[in-house]
């Protein structure tokens, strides 16, 4: 009797999400390896999270570093840090303040354009919202997520023979909630003012965009129940006990060349070959089958305000350089008048750091063109957990991008 109560509850306390009271967020900029040392060092000794980059593999001397720390060894972390004399702050005091910190109230499970939806509420969205314009959107599903999930396609777009298509994907990575609330944006604007903004009228009339607002299903349903800092699908991974692959290091670009682990357990895991992740094996299938019509893909990530395009798998300029660096600038300028909101652009290896893997590069040596990575809000001060505040922002100046990209698709592919 009593051990059945004992298991009932430990049971109810497992499934409550991992808490991350008393966390910091440290921001450091090793100056020479002695400081790369340092962190090789901590690494080894306690479980590090890093934000970005997304590994410790990836950090180099003069590049600043974010890295999530377990309370009870911050203050010895911070410590050390001190002793070394590298450049280091706090980014995020508490970061379960933070978790708390990003909805603007509790009251969940009805749709907003300006909060962090659930999967449950995105998918009864695309699936009203499709409904509710059938002459503008209709639903399809990509396919199915390791853990049985839909994963569900937009199409959004006035019906005509022979349109060019943009394919748009969000929530790649689980933790990057402004992702999948971006693509969710982009089809509101596209159904509240086709018609009325000329714009993008033009757009839906001569282009089909294809909007996946969540590709890794499995992991974006973990980071609302269980890990918030969760980044991986959650395929299970044999011969280890460790969870998941990055989907951003399972496609087929030098995979598992450079800036991924051939560790199961590693955030930037490659998994077991290239596409062995039903999520990325569905999304690959679809472009290589829409290859003809498909001339842009653009994959929504966060944080860091930077629009990337290829290589990432290593420091060759891509055929396209030049025009891809053009198209980039016009569209980080066009974010900016918004807001004033600052993006870097150019090459993934140049300006973020040598990543194999990436579905831009992968999207780019198949044949489209028009390849680009964004990088969403903000630079740190919140990383993942963004407030939902800033959803509505950050989400019109990345459709001043997103349309100026289309645009010179439009015209030129
Ligand atoms: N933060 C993204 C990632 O590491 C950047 C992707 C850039 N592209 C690439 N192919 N690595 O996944
Ligand atoms: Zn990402």
């Given at each position: 009797m009593w051990s059945i109560l004992l298991l009932v509850s430990i049971a109810a306390v497992s499934a409550d999400p991992k808490e991350f009271n008393g966390d910091k967020v440290f921001r450091v900029v090793p100056q020479d390896q002695s400081h790369i040392e340092l962190i090789k060092s901590i690494a080894s000794d306690t479980q590090l999270d890093f934000?970005?980059?997304?590994?410790?593999?990836l950090i180099s001397i003069g590049q600043q570093a974010d890295f999530r720390v377990e309370f009870d060894v911050a203050y010895d972390v911070q410590a050390l840090l001190e002793s070394s004399g590298m450049p280091y702050e706090v980014l995020i005091g508490d970061v379960q303040v933070a978790v708390d910190e990003q909805?603007?109230?509790?009251?969940?499970a009805v749709h907003s354009y300006e909060k962090y939806n659930d999967l449950d509420t995105i998918n009864a969205w695309s699936a009203n919202i499709a409904a509710q314009n059938p002459s503008l959107v209709t639903r399809s599903q990509l396919g199915t997520s390791y853990e049985g999930r839909p994963i569900y396609l937009l199409k959004v777009g006035r019906s005509g023979s022979n349109k060019k298509a943009v394919f748009i994907d969000c929530?790649?990575?689980?933790?990057?909630?402004v992702s999948p609330a971006f693509c969710q944006w982009f089809v509101k604007e596209s159904v509240e003012n086709y018609g009325s903004d000329a714009v993008l009228t033009n757009l839906l009339n001569n282009l089909d965009f294809y909007v996946l607002?969540?590709?890794?299903v499995d992991g974006y349903v973990f980071t609302w129940s269980s890990n918030r800092m969760w980044r991986k699908t959650r395929s299970v991974n044999s011969g280890s006990t460790c969870f998941g692959t990055d989907p951003n290091r399972n496609f087929n670009a030098g995979w598992c060349t450079v800036g991924a682990s051939s560790r199961a357990c590693d955030d930037t895991y490659c998994g077991?070959?290239?596409?062995?992740?039903r999520e990325t094996k569905a999304l690959a299938n679809f472009i290589r089958s829409n290859l003809s019509s498909i001339k842009g893909y653009l994959t929504v990530h966060s944080y860091s305000q930077m629009l990337l395009f290829p290589y990432s798998y290593s420091y060759a300029l891509a055929r396209d350089h030049t025009e891809l660096n053009t198209v980039a600038k016009n569209a980080v300028d066009q974010l900016f008048t918004l807001h004033r909101t600052r993006y870097t652009y150019g090459p993934g290896g140049t300006t973020i750091y040598l990543a194999a893997g990436g579905s831009d590069d992968w999207a780019y040596d198949v044949g489209v063109k028009y390849s680009f990575t964004f990088e969403l809000r903000?630079?740190?001060?919140?990383?993942?957990?963004?407030?939902?505040?800033q959803i509505k922002a950050t989400s019109e100046e990345t459709m001043l991008a997103v349309k100026s990209i289309s645009n010179h698709i439009l015209n030129n592919a």
């Amino acid at each position: 009797m009593w051990s059945i109560l004992l298991l009932v509850s430990i049971a109810a306390v497992s499934a409550d999400p991992k808490e991350f009271n008393g966390d910091k967020v440290f921001r450091v900029v090793p100056q020479d390896q002695s400081h790369i040392e340092l962190i090789k060092s901590i690494a080894s000794d306690t479980q590090l999270d890093f934000w970005a980059p997304d590994s410790l593999s990836l950090i180099s001397i003069g590049q600043q570093a974010d890295f999530r720390v377990e309370f009870d060894v911050a203050y010895d972390v911070q410590a050390l840090l001190e002793s070394s004399g590298m450049p280091y702050e706090v980014l995020i005091g508490d970061v379960q303040v933070a978790v708390d910190e990003q909805h603007d109230s509790n009251i969940r499970a009805v749709h907003s354009y300006e909060k962090y939806n659930d999967l449950d509420t995105i998918n009864a969205w695309s699936a009203n919202i499709a409904a509710q314009n059938p002459s503008l959107v209709t639903r399809s599903q990509l396919g199915t997520s390791y853990e049985g999930r839909p994963i569900y396609l937009l199409k959004v777009g006035r019906s005509g023979s022979n349109k060019k298509a943009v394919f748009i994907d969000c929530g790649f990575h689980a933790r990057e909630w402004v992702s999948p609330a971006f693509c969710q944006w982009f089809v509101k604007e596209s159904v509240e003012n086709y018609g009325s903004d000329a714009v993008l009228t033009n757009l839906l009339n001569n282009l089909d965009f294809y909007v996946l607002p969540v590709l890794n299903v499995d992991g974006y349903v973990f980071t609302w129940s269980s890990n918030r800092m969760w980044r991986k699908t959650r395929s299970v991974n044999s011969g280890s006990t460790c969870f998941g692959t990055d989907p951003n290091r399972n496609f087929n670009a030098g995979w598992c060349t450079v800036g991924a682990s051939s560790r199961a357990c590693d955030d930037t895991y490659c998994g077991s070959t290239p596409e062995s992740e039903r999520e990325t094996k569905a999304l690959a299938n679809f472009i290589r089958s829409n290859l003809s019509s498909i001339k842009g893909y653009l994959t929504v990530h966060s944080y860091s305000q930077m629009l990337l395009f290829p290589y990432s798998y290593s420091y060759a300029l891509a055929r396209d350089h030049t025009e891809l660096n053009t198209v980039a600038k016009n569209a980080v300028d066009q974010l900016f008048t918004l807001h004033r909101t600052r993006y870097t652009y150019g090459p993934g290896g140049t300006t973020i750091y040598l990543a194999a893997g990436g579905s831009d590069d992968w999207a780019y040596d198949v044949g489209v063109k028009y390849s680009f990575t964004f990088e969403l809000r903000d630079t740190g001060r919140y990383g993942f957990l963004l407030p939902e505040s800033q959803i509505k922002a950050t989400s019109e100046e990345t459709m001043l991008a997103v349309k100026s990209i289309s645009n010179h698709i439009l015209n030129n592919a």
